[in-house]
């Protein structure tokens, strides 16, 4: 059972509480990009084992969506922040890299 | 919908006089606190806070949603009130009073009968008073505060108050002490 900190609430949510979005950080490729953009789009997605970014929703809470950084082995959450960012803030990145000395995520690291 | 109690552990009581009013908006801008206050007499709560006073009061549903609460009667006027002072800001009102279902339990296990729906931690040290709490009771989304260490009252959709009556009589009945 994961337990995270929503950003928005400031309050420890339980899993049960919150609604799972998918993989953070994607960006779209619609109408008129090319069909490997498109394709990846849609279908790629990481399958790590140990560091993953995800996107939460506060669903029976404040409603916000935000993002998780965790481990998929240990589920040990490294931190949550805000929606509103394309990247993950520098101290949930230096959390990780204490954590995860070297993490690689996407362009991330 | 009739007036319902059920006596256990708690007392449930369906609460048929309360107003409330939904405000969206930039919950930190100056006007919509400054309104706010001025229609119902108490100050814009901080974070997850309840600041209620009688049958009126704010609570702090996100940052930018607000829950004004009024006695029924008072609850149109008051939306339309807010509505046109409101009207150059960027907000909304709506009067959600018929939309809402509100249920007072009142005993002294009071935060035993929450902690058995909610997955929320109800003691003193993490609930404390003053402090709303949106999460979820059994199947159904709903919030709650505590009016004092043996009374709470608990907001959810009027769609599913059967059922939330229903579970908080289950949780209230007698001889299912948490601690015995």
Redesign the interface.
Known sequence: MLTLNCP????DK?E??LAYGGEAHLKRFGPGSTDEDFESYIFGRENPKGVHFERWRC??????WFHAARCTVTMEVFGTYSAQTFEPPKAIKDAISKKRPGWTWRNFS | MSDRQFDGLVSVRQVQDQGMITVRGDLKGKKIATELKAATGVDMPAQMGASVKGASGILWMSPDEAMVLAPLGDAPALAGELQKKLSKTHALVVDVSDARAVFELTGPNVRDVLAKLAPVDTHPDVLALGALRRTRMGQVACAFWLMSDTSARVICFRSVGDYMFGILSSAAAPGSEVFA
């Open positions: 928005y609430c400031g309050l339980d049960t509480e669903a029976s809470g404040c409603t916000k």
